[in-house]
């Protein structure tokens, strides 16, 4: 029986096969109601047409001829379906409603104000959409993201996860995930002023919606702010093409990882208006909402990998093999005894330093060309310094402006080198 079934419904979804070339390859032609075989055989003028039985050539008639009405818009509190009751006395034809009837009016117009508002739901409905077109119209949200928005609203409002919780911020949370999911994120900064709750709260609706409603976001990238500064700041299109194929080529490599995506995306836009000569990106800066500095420090990372990418004046990995081809061309010794001095070490002690900084050199030590190139010669002042002069990690620290860890990992790397050299 299951497999007749199958075959049953295998022959209804199968098109009919042609009797004079037996081909099931046809087109149908919903304008005159017919199905036809590619040779030109008409195998069916009698299909049901679904469109409007009027013609409209413009909107004004197909306003008069229309019966079905506005679609419903989830952005309205009753779906867009709502009766009004205006406070103009007057019937339709414009004549003045006679006296004895005003009283009917207006209590039929106060029941109506009332049937609206009849459940908590209703009352939370007529504050949040007037709120989220409001956060829309500032945020220059399109509609399609406006219904959207609202269609999960109502959802959190059946699912009372905003009880206890204040409308605005559960508000922006929805505009915020909305808006990721469809590739035109927001930040919190803007949501923030929008709204006048703070960022802290947003996040959490944000989470509270996301684990109640069992929703996934996707990561939001770089790439996804390029349009919406690019068409603020009035760049080409070449240039937003560019810059997009710059930041892509740069996720994959990982050099954007674990960077704020709107500063790298305004990096992106910098960089690519550069190679494309395009003068619009300098407005890029007061746009972003990222401060100069931050601009200026993505864009030396995306220019440094852009450089490496393209092989221009910088050492592929496989070419650095030692310590020296590492820090020959920045004097590595005066820096060595420069930070000596500054941490006021003996003479004893600086010259154990370079002995140690030589000896890894000469036995050709292999480095990682990613890691920070001093922390070596701080690594070398701690080792020489431990014994004889007894300095702290944290000082050498705040003198060399190095992080503790990267001197940490670095003195741990010439230990086992020097271990190796000694065997």
């Not at 009766?83 to 207006?106: F, M, N, V, W």
């Not at 409603?213 to 093409?241: C, F, H, N, W």
Request: aromatic fraction near 4%.
């Amino acid at each position: 029986m299951i497999a007749e079934a199958i075959m049953t419904k295998k022959s209804i979804n199968e098109k009919p096969a042609c009797p004079d070339c037996g081909s099931r390859q046809t087109i149908t032609d919903y304008k005159h109601g017919e199905i036809i075989c590619k040779c030109g055989l008409v195998l069916n003028d009698t299909l049901f047409n679904f469109g409007p039985e009027t013609r409209a050539y413009d909107q004004e008639k197909m306003d008069k001829v229309a019966r079905t009405g506005s679609p419903l818009k989830f952005a309205k509190q009753n779906l867009g379906l709502t009766t009004e009751i205006d406070h103009y006395d007057r019937d339709i034809l414009g004549r003045s409603i006679p006296t004895e009837r005003k009283a009917q009016l207006y209590r039929l117009r106060k029941w109506q104000r009332r049937a609206r508002m009849g459940t908590s739901v209703d009352r939370n409905l007529s504050i949040a959409l007037p709120e989220l077109d409001r956060m829309c119209g500032h945020l220059n949200i399109p509609n399609n993201i406006k219904e959207e928005c609202a269609q999960l609203y109502r959802k959190c409002v059946k699912e009372r996860i905003v009880r206890g919780r204040s409308i605005e911020s559960v508000v922006a949370a929805v505009i915020y995930l909305i808006s990721r999911q469809r590739k035109l994120p927001k930040i919190l900064d803007e949501l923030e002023s929008v709204s006048g709750v703070k960022k802290k709260d947003i996040g959490r609706s944000y989470r509270i919606i996301c684990r109640r409603m069992k929703i996934r976001m996707p990561v939001t990238t770089a790439a996804d702010y390029i349009s919406r500064l690019a068409s603020k700041a009035g760049v080409s299109g070449e240039t937003q093409a560019k810059a997009i194929e710059i930041l892509e080529k740069a996720r994959k490599d990982g050099t954007i990882s674990g960077r704020v995506p709107i500063s790298m995306a305004a990096a992106g836009i910098y960089l690519a208006a550069e190679m494309t000569g395009d003068e619009n990106a300098k407005q890029i800066k007061g746009i972003s909402g990222v401060s100069e500095m931050g601009i200026k420090n993505r864009y030396n990372e995306l220019k440094r990998f852009i450089d490496r990418d393209n092989g221009i004046e910088v050492l592929l990995e496989e070419e650095i093999e030692t310590l020296d081809d590492m820090l020959g061309k920045v004097e590595k010794k005066k820096i060595l005894l420069k930070f000596a001095d500054e941490l006021e070490l003996s003479d004893e002690t600086k010259k154990e330093a370079v002995e140690i900084l030589e000896k890894v050199m000469e036995n050709g030590f292999k480095l990682d060309p990613r890691k920070n190139i001093n922390g070596y010669i701080e690594a070398a002042i701690y080792l020489s310094a431990m014994d004889n002069e007894k300095i702290s990690l944290w000082k050498i620290e705040k003198v060399t402006k190095t992080s503790s860890t990267i001197i940490w990992d670095r003195k741990e790397k010439i230990k086992k080198a020097l271990i190796g050299i000694e065997q």
